[in-house]
């Protein structure tokens, strides 16, 4: 009976050490006028969101941090190209591919047809799946 019990605990472990993360987030970087477009990421593992919220605080390492479940943590630089994520004794680690574009937003030039800009910074990542 002591062996099942420890095979199940296993399995539990290896589980959460396996665990399919997805997170996706965007920052809507506006001129001063506009106001704040959004920012915004969110975090699931294995298909329950843990992670998400505004983007908005900065840790003292100078990266993002997004409000989490209890026991939870999830950060990524300013760049948006990197993620921590972690809960437990669990640590994971990942580069993530920034998509950029521009739109115009706010107030045009009629004279030469020059608008301001707003640039959209977004990442979506599947890992450990």
């Given at each position: 009976m002591v062996s099942l019990i420890r095979l199940i605990a296993?399995?539990?472990?290896?589980?959460?050490?396996?665990?399919?993360?997805?997170?996706?987030?965007?920052?809507?970087?506006?001129?001063?006028?506009?106001?704040?477009?959004?920012k915004y990421a969110q975090l699931t593992d294995n298909g329950g969101i843990v992670c998400g919220g505004p983007i908005g605080a900065i840790d003292q390492d100078g990266h993002y941090t997004i409000h989490c479940n209890p026991g939870y943590v999830w950060a990524f630089t300013q760049d948006l190209a990197h993620s921590w994520y972690g809960y437990g004794s669990a640590a994971f680690q990942w580069d993530q591919h920034v998509d950029s574009a521009s739109r115009d937003c706010g107030a045009c030039n009629g004279k030469t047809g020059k608008c301001q800009q707003c640039r959209t910074r977004q990442f979506d990542v599947r890992e450990y799946c």
């Open positions: 296993l399995a539990v472990s290896v589980g959460k050490a396996l665990a399919c993360v997805e997170a996706f987030g965007y920052i809507d970087d506006c001129p001063f006028d506009v106001g704040d477009c959004g």
